[in-house]
């Protein structure tokens, strides 16, 4: 396999924007890395704040009052698992795409390949975070952060605690034309009561807040440290050029938030509306 120094990286601090757009631009890069042999990592944020749906998740699960009350969006993802609410300040995101054929084929070594830098990142910034060494329970497994811990891809600290160390990371892979697609959210701080609030459940905030971590709460930083430090750690890791989107990127990123991340045939029942169909 070819070092990842080799090829051709761009790092993207990306500005926040809506679920669906933030969605479909990992589509897009998926297409830069096929078409125009770029490959893409980047840090990004949710605004508004957005529930993301795991691929397969019950719409029925979402508390839909509560979110348009609360101003939040709603959107599904690519990949699998619980839902995520991804908090315009309280989370941060990141995305690497890259062709399949460059990567590991199997799928844990692949995490472990692209985890790399974010476990470099809390390193860097003083948190002592691992792969959970120790499975957990569900507690609601239309959550993210409240399903099974798993040790293939969930991230913990304090790493030393073992089977009491709280989830600080929740990641993702998935692949599409011969492209592989990571994205992760990392909690920068809490928000339990949007967090639970999100479902249609009674969940008590302390069940999150027993279960969940932050870089807050661990590192002492604050967001635009801890963003520039997983940035940095991106690009090192890949030794990526400082980029942007270009413009028929921004273009094409829209129109498919528009016909798929953003409409409702998607995000209720994972059904993309044609071309034509909007």
């Known amino acids: 396999m070819t070092a990842l120094a080799d090829r051709n990286w761009r790092l993207i601090r990306d500005e926040p924007r809506d679920g669906a757009t933030q969605m479909a631009l990992e589509e897009i890069a998926a297409r830069a890395a096929l078409e125009d042999d770029v490959r893409t990592v980047r840090t990004y944020a949710w605004e508004p704040s957005t529930l993301s749906l795991g691929y397969r998740q019950d719409a029925e699960t979402v508390d839909w009052e509560f979110c348009e009350r609360e ?10 698992g619980g839902g995520i609410y991804h908090d315009r300040h309280a989370d941060i995101s990141y995305t690497i795409v890259a062709p399949a054929d460059e990567v590991p084929g199997d799928l844990m070594d692949c995490y472990e390949l692209f985890c790399e830098p974010i476990l470099e990142a809390f390193d860097r910034l003083g948190v002592d975070a691992a792969f959970a060494s120790a499975e957990q329970d569900a507690i609601y497994r239309p959550s993210c952060y409240l399903r099974d811990i798993n040790p293939a891809h969930d991230i913990v600290a304090p790493a030393d605690a073992g089977a009491d160390a709280e989830k600080i990371s929740g990641n993702a892979q998935y692949r599409q034309r011969d492209v592989v697609i990571q994205h992760g959210s990392i909690s920068y701080a809490l928000e339990p009561q949007k967090h639970v609030g999100v479902f249609e459940a009674d969940l008590e905030a302390a069940t999150f807040t027993d279960r969940v971590t932050c870089l807050r709460d661990e590192a002492g930083c604050d967001r635009e440290e801890a963003v520039e430090t997983i940035a940095g750690a991106l690009r090192d890791w890949c030794a990526a050029d400082e980029s942007t989107w270009r413009d028929d990127e921004l273009e ?6 528009d016909r798929k991340f953003g409409s409702d045939a998607w995000v209720r029942n994972r059904k993309v509306l044609k071309a034509d169909s909007q």
Request: hydrophobic share 45%; aromatic share 0%; net charge positive.
């Open 71 to 80: 101003g939040i969006d709603v959107t599904r993802r690519q990949t699998g």
């Open 252 to 257: 094409a990123a829209r129109a498919l938030a």
